[in-house]
């Protein structure tokens, strides 16, 4: 991450001239002999209606430089050799798809939602666990179902004839098996038998495409359908 002299808060958007040891701080670790290094910067906003903290974390190869360079190196921000791993750990972003985050989608679906992508590399477990509960909070905002056993819930789904087609049930039913049962195996529960990223990756997939089906869709069939009455309004007029 190049440091530079102007910056951008993320949180207030303020925008203030970088002075390293006031309201900018570098920071590069490596083991002697080692093949990676860290290397850490902090943001302070100097807004007085602000003054939050934003931090970036690198890691990469260790710099090419001097013993007589090092220190000055750690201090000024010098970049790291070859970059591996770069994210921001304040402020926490989403991992889900924006387009999601609307008022057409209800917040505590999005929140499992994103939590299912975050968690994705990490542990596919818990992501595919994540999807699990996403998507039951998603059959029961949308057919409007008394809370109960998601198995049951699809099970109702499936017998509203004309409703929802078969393919959308058996996907439900994949998710359902993939984050409770493949994540806590009832047979035997001293065995954990793992979710795999590929696995977990599509159970997000999933719930991309019914997110978009099921929530965003209908809204903009809905907004295309009062411009078109306007239209027809004006005309009349």
């Not at 992508?117 to 999807?131: F, G, H, I, Q």
Request: with cysteine.
């Amino acid at each position: 991450m190049k440091i530079e002299k102007i910056h951008k808060c993320p949180y207030c958007g303020y925008m203030y001239q970088v002075v390293l040891g006031q309201n900018a701080y570098s920071n590069m670790f490596s083991a002697p002999g080692g093949n990676v290094a860290i290397h850490s910067f902090i943001f302070v906003c100097p807004h007085i209606a602000c003054g939050k903290t934003e931090v970036t974390v690198e890691a990469g190869s260790p710099p090419v430089s001097n013993a007589g360079r090092g220190a000055e190196r750690q201090r000024t921000g010098g970049g790291l050799g070859n970059l591996f791993f770069s994210a921001r750990l304040l402020p926490i972003e989403a991992c889900g798809k924006g387009e999601f985050k609307t008022a057409e989608v209800p917040e505590s679906v999005f929140h499992d939602y994103d939590q299912a992508c975050r968690l994705l590399k990490a542990s596919p477990c818990a992501s595919a666990t994540y999807a699990r509960r996403c998507l039951q909070g998603m059959v029961r905002k949308k057919f409007k179902l008394k809370p109960g056993k998601f198995q049951n819930e699809i099970k109702t789904l499936a017998s509203m004839n004309g409703t929802i087609r078969q393919e959308i049930i058996d996907a439900l039913e994949s998710v359902r098996k993939i984050g409770k049962f493949r994540a806590m195996p009832e047979d035997d529960v001293k065995v954990l038998v793992d979710v795999n990223y590929d696995e977990a990756r599509q159970t997000i997939e999933v719930i991309e495409a019914l997110l978009f089906d099921w929530f965003l869709a209908p809204a903009e069939r809905e907004k295309r359908a009062e411009a078109l009455k306007a239209i027809i309004e004006s005309k009349k007029g």
